[in-house]
Nanobody
């Protein structure tokens, strides 16, 4: 059973940057592909980015390509989401998720964190 805790959210002006972190515990982190998702008020949760269990493959939603970067540090059991050139439409609760032997998919995740709020002001 993997537990996930996100951090790093906050309020930032449009054009600014934030780095989200997701710390894992309770399992063998290196076996899990990791993903970031987000949910804005009144909208469904959507895929943002994912990284394979090996770290060798990444996948991004079109809306964040070139602005967001997902990475992982297996020794620290942490996955990051570096978010640059933020836009008001990036405002959402951001969740990290884990999938055993995940390859960077957009769905089918087994464990989820509680989320961290990101608010981008115009």
């Amino acid at each position: 059973q993997l537990q996930l805790v996100e951090s790093g959210g906050g309020l930032v002006q449009a054009g600014g940057s934030l780095r989200l972190s997701c710390a894992a515990s309770g399992g063998t982190f290196s076996r899990y592909g990791m993903g970031w998702f987000r949910q804005a008020p009144g909208k469904e949760r959507e895929f943002v980015a994912a990284i394979s269990w090996s770290g060798g493959s990444t996948n991004y939603a079109d809306s964040v390509k070139g602005r967001f970067t997902i990475s992982r540090e297996n020794a620290k059991k942490v996955v990051y989401l570096q978010m640059n050139t933020l836009k008001p439409e990036d405002t959402a609760v951001y969740y990290c998720a884990a999938k055993l032997w995940g390859l960077g998919q957009q769905r089918g995740y087994d464990f989820w964190g509680q989320g961290t709020q990101v608010t981008v002001s115009s």
